[in-house]
């Protein structure tokens, strides 16, 4: 259960990231846009752990 978890707060990141780089977009906004991009990378750092086979 654990690694479901991660994986729904991963794709949450990444979700937000994907949001706040559109908002920057759509408004011209360097800083949303580099914050969604921080986010969306930390989103997919999340879920690559996450998806490590465990023995």
């Known amino acids: 259960m654990e690694r479901h978890a991660a994986l729904i707060r991963a794709l949450a990141m990444k979700a937000k990231g994907a949001k706040l780089k559109s908002d920057g977009a759509a408004l011209g906004d360097e800083r949303l846009k580099a914050e969604g991009r921080r ?17």
């Open 39 to 55: 986010w969306a990378e930390a989103g997919r750092a999340v879920q690559a752990g996450a998806k490590v086979p465990r023995h």
